[in-house]
């Protein structure tokens, strides 16, 4: 124990974020062998992930960011298992730096195998599976790309979202921001009329006729009136055709157009931890 100094035990939790103790025990346990002692902290997260594998990890930090130039934009949540460990600082800066690698990413599975320092990611989480012991995952990775793409984190990280817009102009980045706003906060299922499933809009039509024959509605009449119901589920739901937030006169889209004639919303992506 002795020969293990303080300052190889403070490079160790530097490289793998482990408290103290446990470095200290790696390094004595390695005989002083820095990499064997790395390996034998990932073991140790191996051991931890295996038995929390069937824990829920509900909790966590969603993080948004955009590429240096806009044009592109990711959203992730790191899960976890207690909100304790989500507020945590070390934890959330691990979500951030791991949402800037996926920036580079088109999908979990990519974003799971990228080098994260001397490892994947997928190892990383391993480790600090570990390190906390926690069960930790991606629980969701989403991506847009357009002409200008801005994010919205609301406060304590559990909702994130990213808008894509067809210009890039003076005041697009408010613009975006009031838009991805306004989708963490009236969560649309979709972007337009065309952007709803088939299968939605049928289901929708068969509930207003539902609700239309237990008032006593004529059947001749329940199409036309259903077909009104489903126009004002459209603005209650679809991105473009909502009330905007800050002037329920307004549409989303008449907002934007308010800005920039030309401009339109793109794709929009929403996560949340709730």
Partial sequence: MSNITASEVNKLRKATGAGMMDCKNALVEA???FELAI???RKKGQKVAAKRADR????GAVIAMVSEDKSKGVI????CETDFVAKNESFVELAKSICKIALNCISLDELLSSNYESMTISEKLIEQTGVIGEKLEI??????SSEYVGYYIHAGNKIATIVGLSNNFESA???????AMQVAAMNPIALNEDSVSSEVIEKEIEIAKEQLRAEGKPEAMLDNIAKGKLKKFFKENTLVNQS??????????NY???????????????????
Avoid: M, P, W
């Fill in 56 to 59: 829920d990890s509900s909790e």
């Fill in 139 to 144: 629980g969701s990775f989403e991506h847009v």
């Fill in 31 to 33: 005989k002083g062998d």
């Fill in 76 to 79: 992730i949540s790191l899960n």
């Fill in 256 to 274: 934007v157009q308010s800005v920039n004639k030309d401009c339109t919303i793109t794709s929009f992506k929403r996560v949340a931890l709730v």
């Fill in 173 to 179: 980045s408010e613009v975006s921001k009031n838009v």
């Fill in 39 to 41: 390996e034998n902290l």
């Fill in 244 to 253: 905007y937030i800050k002037d329920n006169k307004s549409s989303v889209n």
